[in-house]
């Protein structure tokens, strides 16, 4: 396999993670607000991982910069597990169809710098930003499983476990 195409792999293992995860937790703790990270919910947390896969799907198709931090919140994937799962399933599709010239195309990418709103526009590649997102996502699946922990929703052993630390408790 092609080491550019890998982070499609990767993305999409993330995504089917996401996906089991969704089927496992029951329609009232999906949006249960938690008390151990203020505010959040394994629904919103959800929602914010996808909007980062799909802001860079969208940015990508549109040749427009990819904006990680212009987000709509309050939308069903935060409290419908079936829009969640549609929403998953949608992305990997997406995701499945970017070939090795796709992922080698640069990509602007809007960031915030600061609360004031002040932003800057840098350069990257499709697969970069994917591996990105996958990262990202990475550490909000972990916020996730603190969530699901909370309210006794069982979870696998690797959901929100970065794949460096399943590499390196596999060598312990």
Known sequence: MAAITGV???ADAVLDQCACFIES??????????AVLAGGTIGKHLRHTLDHYKALMDGHASNTPVDYDHRTREVPIETD?????EAVAELRARIADLDEQALSSPVRIRVMLTSDGDETELTSTVARELAFASH???HHNAMMKAIAMEMDVSCSDCFGVAPSTLEYQARS
Not at 25 to 34: L, N
Not at 81 to 85: D, E, L
């Open 8 to 10: 499609c792999c990767q």
């Open 136 to 138: 990202h996502a990475i």
């Open 81 to 85: 597990r079936s829009a969640a799962g």
């Open 25 to 34: 937790v029951a329609d009232d703790k999906f949006s249960q607000p938690s």
